[in-house]
T-cell receptor
Framework: QQQVKQSPQSLIVQKGGISIINCAYE??????FPWYQQFPGKGPALLIA?????SEKKEGRFTISFNKSAKQFSLHIMDSQPGDSATYFC??????????FGTGTRLTIIP | DVKVTQSSRYLVKRTGEKVFLECVQD?????MFWYRQDPGLGLRLIYF???????EKGDIPEGYSVSREKKERFSLILESASTNQTSMYLC???FGRGDTQYFGPGTRLTVL
């Protein structure tokens, strides 16, 4: 089964800290790994994505780290802000198959 | 900008009622998806459609059916609503099957 396992289920981080969310997968054919961000009352939206030919991708305060040998990838949010409080979903897919989503992480940034 | 709209933000129905959830996208996307979102379970795919009148079962299709008569519209049908179908329902669309999915705001359905 094409699963993507995400942890933790919930995370509380102080303002200014680093938030880290992890995902692991089994299918070595996966070739695209996006992260989606969902604010309360909204649908998820693409935040950042990486392909397995690079080990890291950074966009502003958001970084994806990718470890192909360990079959893991993670989202790091630097200098976390209260506005980053949201639910985050990792996902993966291979070829033109549909995305497989992780179970989500509810992130809360406290002052 | 891609826009995906869902017919209702909140819906309350009674057990046994037939429920229709409507989704419309304005970007001429080939693919449309219905998910339900429950705490701790993430996004679970109910059905998706890759073309007009074409559909495939997702991970949890039991108790649901879908209809896609026009490219821009994808309907989710609960033939006989049950309390365990109380959930947030999210519609999404994408150009290619594996491309970025654009989500609607969701419909929170409560079945009493």
């Amino acid at each position: 089964q094409q699963q993507v396992k995400q942890s933790p289920q919930s995370l509380i981080v102080q303002k200014g800290g680093i938030s880290i969310i992890n995902c692991a997968y089994e299918n070595t054919a996966f070739d695209y790994f996006p992260w989606y961000q969902q604010f309360p009352g909204k649908g998820p939206a693409l935040l950042i994505a990486i392909r397995p030919d690079v080990s890291e991708k950074k966009e502003g305060r958001f970084t994806i780290s990718f470890n192909k040998s360990a079959k893991q990838f993670s989202l790091h949010i630097m200098d976390s802000q209260p506005g980053d409080s949201a639910t985050y979903f990792c996902a993966a897919r291979f070829g033109n198959e549909k995305l497989t989503f992780g179970t989500g992480t509810r992130l809360t940034i406290i002052p | 900008d891609v826009k995906v709209t869902q017919s209702s933000r909140y819906l309350v129905k009674r057990t046994g009622e037939k429920v229709f959830l409507e989704c419309v996208q304005d970007m001429d996307h080939e693919n449309m998806f219905w998910y339900r979102q429950d705490p701790g379970l993430g996004l679970r795919l109910i059905y998706f459609s890759y073309d007009v009148k074409m559909k495939e079962k997702g991970d949890i299709p039991e108790g649901y059916s879908v209809s896609r008569e026009k490219k821009e519209r994808f309907s989710l049908i609960l033939e006989s609503a049950s309390t365990n179908q109380t959930s947030m329902y999210l519609c999404a669309s994408s150009f290619g099957r594996g491309d970025t999915q654009y989500f609607g705001p969701g419909t929170r359905l409560t079945v009493l």
